[in-house]
């Protein structure tokens, strides 16, 4: 059996908004209930939280006789009968519910707020019953034919009927009869309860004051909404039809009381308008002072959008219109306390006005993009008068709107008196004098006109435009066809926002189709939807506009990179008041799989230099950060780059690039000659450029091995000079302790080999700190340099890690024998990078160095019996992994060019490493807590800075701590030269009992 797929499309539409419709009133209640109707709230929060997992569990079976829905997935025909008792069990609830919430209003009315108590009791006692009911519904036998049917929906099977294997068992009888008969007896006591709350408000005796009796009768139509919802389900009782309505029933419940309740429509109604507010606000900012000089004319177009919309929802927010019997408009807003009825009605025209200039706006962009396409851009004059020409009818009507002959105000509060209608005379009362007269007509005929005309040449233009688009194909490039067909997208979609009006209008003729009473339905529902409807469409417009025209999109990248650079000048700032303990991962680097380039705005899979920037944009910059050809504008002002982003000159792309890395990490790289002008770039082009997906490829890899340095939060190097300039910190005590350790780690590995060189170096050598002369690394001096590297290390340990003290002797024995090769091969290689950049120089110890030139005399001192035979082999295999050690360390740390803080990390993570030869439980321990402390202070050091993107560069540094372990020159030297020698290590072992 297969279910239809419209069945099944609605089905899963409807469950989904049920489930957000509960979500969101769930949230209104727990955070914006007044103090007054807490217990009212709890009421609506149980109702809230049943009709939330009524509509889930329907969503999980979709039952028809036979489970359709997710839970089959599990293969449980147990869950799925669970999940189903429960969606009928929340069927059933509903009764209950709306008789609890009547019963609570007549309550209120006749006697007051009810305690909260009180109001618990009542809620467990309607949903006590529904939960016995699921157990009893848990009980009953079904058919072996069912489940079968039920399990195998494919499979053509007997099918059963009676899913219950005896319909006239006691447990079967009185299950059903709970679904069904809850009903019955509630629309009875809500008929009676409706009549006494009508009764009581509609009283002369009644001491309510006027605004407390019209929140009451709100609320008695948004029951009296819900209640009849219930007829719907009883014209039709089979199949999917039945589950349906009963999604149907227990979605609109929340949205019916989001609605009449006032408080949580009144934020409903400022929400959306301070939405909107801010949507024009940032269209017009971006307008401009982001619009290329291609589109300043269809930028003056939006401009005039975005201002009318603003004024619109400004006024729709100072207003908030409802209309009561006989169309008599209510001003309710913030502008009642100025108590100016002139001052209400002209607002009041201003948001009928700006609503009815939507449809003359958006046929001016269609045709104004089928005048692009065939002719195109227009000049400036012509886009003035075009919006000159939609501008004068709007001013005019509302011109015309403001000579309306408007009844006296109290007349207009009599009549309703009259109409036992409530009057709050805080607010403002709207009739017109004679809606006959000429005056109303020509106004009510420009608010009401324009929609149909404007709809008719939409229609006529779009069906042109597709055919102008092909006529131009051979004159237009791709990235401007492109453009216009993405512009004309967000068109179409505005066009189609004014459809929120017609809902409303089926809703008011729904409600006088039933003929409803006047408490319940009439033109204050239509009103207030149409209110909304215009806020909506106001606020919508201006994100359409934003989002489909490329230009302002991209501009929305600049704007996060600004704030990300003004929140790296606060941030140190704030440092000397407060330090959070652990500020959070950003993941932003992985968060969505394509980026747009911030130089060039090209589509890019990944990012390069730690910005989102093309391979193309980055191998540019580096080619140019280390030449010294001079730069020069082509136009001479700087502004290349705002007619073409992707073929500006040199100096401007070179200035956009390095205005971006400068504001992302607080620096910026020149080229040698000092670069003058420093326009802003800002890529606005209408042409956008085809996307592209660049994977890292040998070009850019040689290309990085002519960089020297890599833009970084610091670029400082870390000898045996630092540790006379270093000062205390706070901020990261593990990392600063790791500083200062492996500075006296340099300093003892220097004086150490210092003391065993030569004397005819020694009268060579500078005696200066800050200068060091390195000798070739023979095989003598390699075996006794390395063994003051394992000593210096071991006090490189002592000092940095309180934990490595606790360790037994053994267990530093395993730990030395996996770590200090990968130590030295990280140490080695940071010093090579920084001493010898350009050629394939090593460290074989702290002052001994070897290349292609030295390796063939680093035997010459070595013992008979190590080379005899095989020197020169020897020799070779030497320089190849000379060759393979610079491919997989040293190319990849100039990439990467770690920070001081990052080294310092990197240095701390290689020591204690995870990854042991001879598996230890205290060992892995330990070393796992000592990296998470490592990396908990690297967060805060990349957050001190004001650094959030650093999740990829994170990445980064582990992959290059895995690519220096995958070789180390040092440690293959040594287990040639045997210092890796048991005894040898079984003696540095024994000595570090002295360390303790």
Known sequence: MATPF????????????????????????????????????????????????TVL??????????????????????????????????????AFNITLCFCYRLYAVGRGIPTFRMTFGAITSIVLPNIVNILIQLNRTIDENFIYYGIFLMVKAIRSNKPYKDNEDIVNIISSAWLLLPYLPAYITVIIVFFKIRKILNATNNKMNARTKQAHMEITKSLFYAASQIFEITSEVAGHELQMRIELLVSRHPVISLYFVRPYRVILHYVICSYGLIANATLFWVISHRTPAKMRTYGAVLLTSSVIDFLTVSACCATFVRTE????????????????????????????????????????????????????????????????????????????????????????????????????????????????????????????LPYPIAYIIIIMVFLKFRAALEAATETMSTRTKDAHVEIIKGLVLQSCLPAIDVCALIFYAFTQFYEMPSEIAGHEMLMVLRIHCIELVASLHPLISLYFVRPYRIEFLFVDLDFRAISSILRPMMEHHRLPDTPPLSMEATSSRFRHCLICGVQTANSHMGIDSCRACAVFYKRTLTGTRPLKCKLGGGSCILTDPITSCRKCRFERFASIIGRAYGTAQRPQKELTHEEPYYPMSEEPEEPHHEEPDQEEYEDAKDVKLIVMPSTSFIDHTKYFELEASSGAPLLERIRRGYSIFCMMRKMGESSQQPMNFCKKASFTRQNMNFIPATYSNTLKYGRVYVESLLDFAHSAFDDYRTLSNEEKKIFFKNNFGLVGAVTGTYRSLHHFPHDETVFVSYTTVLNNESAANFFDDSPPETTETNKEDAIRTLRENLHLGNRLKKDPFRRVMPSEDEYIALLGLAFWNTELDTPCENLTRLAAINRERIMREMHQSYWRQGITDYAARIGELFCLLKSVSMLGEEIQLYRLLNVFDETVFKKKCSCVEEHK
């Open 325 to 448: 019997e006989s169309f008599i408009d209510v001003i309710t807003g913030p502008c009642t306390y100025f108590g100016s009825r002139s001052f209400c009605f002209a607002l009041y025209a201003i948001a009928l006005c700006g609503h009815a200039f939507f449809a003359c706006n958006i046929t001016l962009c269609f045709c104004y993009r089928l005048y692009s396409v065939r002719k195109g851009a227009p000049s400036a004059r012509s886009t003035f008068f075009a919006v000159l020409i939609i501008l004068l009818p709007i001013v005019a009507n509302f011109i015309i709107t403001l000579q309306t002959e408007l009844k006296d105000q109290e007349v207009v509060k009599n009549k309703l008196i009259l109409m036992n209608r409530t009057i709050d005379d805080r607010f403002i009362y709207l009739e017109y004098e004679n809606e006959e007269d000429i005056v109303n007509i020509v106004s009510c005929a420009l608010l009401m």
């Open 57 to 94: 569990t329907s969503c999980l079976t979709f039952a028809n006789e036979a489970f359709t829905g997710i839970c089959t997935l599990t293969g449980s025909f147990k869950l799925c009968m669970y999940l189903y008792a429960v969606s009928f069990g929340g069927n059933a609830f509903f």
């Open 6 to 53: 419209v069945l099944s499309f609605a089905h899963y539409t409807i469950c989904t908004f049920g489930m957000l419709a509960n979500s969101i009133l769930l949230l209104v209640v727990l955070t914006r209930t007044p103090q007054k109707m807490k217990t009212y709230g709890a009421v609506l929060a149980t109702s809230a939280v049943v009709d939330f997992l």
